[in-house]
T-cell receptor
Framework: DAKTTQPTSMDCAEGRAANLPCNHS???????VYWYRQIHSQGPQYIIH???NNETNEMASLIITEDRKSSTLILPHATLRDTAVYYC????????????FGTGTRLLVSP | SQTIHQWPATLVQPVGSPLSLECTVE??????LYWYRQAAGRGLQLLFY??????ISSEVPQNLSASRPQDRQFILSSKKLLLSDSGFYLC????????????FGPGTRLTVL
């Protein structure tokens, strides 16, 4: 599974959009991009995933560049409860059993 | 709806003592089951996964073992705990057919003294 690179930490004001970047320059054609988040002392929570098209659900939007070497998770109106560590993971959905978590981005949403 | 339970929530054990952590899933059948560990300030590391009763795959060598005696029960064990076994242990499940999402339990925080 391809390796990802994320900033260590980011800050965001409450009510503003939080844009979390992820680089995955070695991603292969059959690997998906997944995002999870982990609120302090809880288990990770699935947010969204995509292959090459942009995706949106009730939690967030995922923008994947045309060359698929990077992506951005967008929380359109961040709240204090969105403070968490956000993990970007790439893997082959149909083959790999495991999620390889890196160190993620620690997002702090402030009032 | 599906739910995943882990217990205990917290545990303090002396070095050399045995360990048994339990995970159960409700509301689904034949799930894939996973054990992860998160050491302080580190990312999650997959320890074991299981695709069925009695089928266990180990991802890293260690003094831990896992068992799946029933379809929706996953147990993590150790005969003798080490200080380095301290951490946050998470159980997760996913549907057999689609691997898109893994659903995590609330976790067990283990401190080995």
């Amino acid at each position: 599974d391809a390796k990802t690179t994320q900033p260590t930490s980011m800050d965001c004001a409450e009510g503003r959009a939080a844009n979390l970047p992820c680089n995955h320059s070695t991603i292969s054609g059959n690997e998906y991009v997944y995002w999870y988040r982990q609120i302090h002392s809880q288990g990770p929570q699935y947010i969204i995933h995509g292959l090459k098209n942009n995706e949106t659900n009730e939690m967030a939007s995922l923008i994947i560049t045309e060359d698929r070497k990077s992506s951005t998770l967008i929380l359109p109106h961040a709240t204090l409860r969105d403070t968490a560590v956000y993990y970007c993971i790439v893997r082959v959905a149909e083959r790999s059993q495991k999620l390889v978590f890196g160190t993620g981005t620690r997002l702090l949403v402030s009032p | 709806s599906q739910t995943i339970h882990q217990w205990p929530a917290t545990l303090v054990q002396p070095v050399g003592s045995p360990l048994s952590l339990e995970c159960t899933v409700e509301g689904t059948s034949n799930p894939n089951l996973y054990w992860y560990r998160q050491a302080a300030g580190r990312g999650l590391q997959l320890l074991f996964y299981s695709v069925g009763i009695g089928q266990i795959s180990s991802e890293v060598p260690q003094n831990l073992s896992a068992s799946r005696p029933q379809d929706r029960q996953f147990i993590l064990s150790s005969k003798k705990l080490l200080l380095s076994d301290s951490g946050f242990y998470l159980c997760a499940w996913s549907r057999t057919v689609s691997y898109n999402e893994q659903f995590f339990g609330p976790g067990t925080r283990l401190t080995v003294l």
